[in-house]
């Protein structure tokens, strides 16, 4: 155990990318980050789990919200630093503003127009 | 011009992750990282241009291999952080190993599993 860990070439500060995907539709949900804890709880409890950053902490996906993304597979890359997880989203919501994918706004003409929407609004997910 | 550019978060090197994923099958084909220069060129050339870290400089996805990216929609997510591409990719091949996507290892049984076929050799691609 922990070999395929060690095939995961982290970053400087211990940590990839990890891309979560609807395992159905294929929509980009969302990338976090991981270090080499939240990947290894990622596969025992199948469930996507990153570490935050900002908090400087593992961040159990869903924890608060209840919108867990349930866990179908795992792929690293050729250069072997980055992830891609295969998700179901629980809830359908993904991003903290109440929306499925963290990727609702498109590059338009200059800007950056916001094309999804509000699934729930954030004061009732929270 | 350029408020756009302002509005992502580059990090302290300058750079973003960009994801490219297929802009029909959805599948998520590699990420790289951009600059602010490769993200203006990206929008302006409409195909996939990278910042590469080992190479510091412009990587033209394609211009040796001929495997070109051509863009169909950029995305950016709710921290400004993460850039997703829709892409048509030319020759049906991402990767450097000749295969469709970076991502072809499977996590498997405390393994990554190599899933996907090399559809071209690497040596009559450059």
């Given amino acids: 155990m922990g070999n395929w860990l060690n095939d995961v070439k982290w970053d400087e500060q211990g940590l990839v990318p990890a891309i979560a995907q609807d395992h159905q539709s294929g929509r980009v949900l969302m990338m976090a980050w991981m270090?080499?804890?939240?990947?290894?709880?990622?596969?025992?409890?199948?469930?996507?789990?990153?570490?935050?950053?900002?908090?400087q902490q593992l961040w159990r996906k869903?924890?608060?919200?209840?919108?867990?993304q349930k866990l179908h597979e795992v792929r690293?890359?050729?250069?072997?630093?980055?992830?891609?997880?295969?998700?179901?989203?629980?809830?359908?919501?993904?991003?903290?503003?109440g929306r499925e994918s963290c990727f609702y706004r498109v590059?338009?003409?200059?800007?950056?127009?916001t094309v999804d929407e509000v699934i729930k609004d954030p004061k009732d997910i929270y």
Same sequence: chains 1, 2.
């Fill in 62 to 68: 869903g924890e608060s919200s209840g919108h867990v």
């Fill in 107 to 113: 590059y338009d003409n200059d800007a950056w127009r």
């Fill in 35 to 55: 270090n080499r804890e939240a990947l290894l709880l990622t596969v025992k409890e199948q469930r996507a789990i990153y570490y935050s950053r900002s908090r």
């Fill in 76 to 97: 690293l890359d050729c250069d072997a630093d980055v992830i891609v997880l295969q998700v179901e989203q629980i809830g359908g919501i993904a991003c903290h503003t």
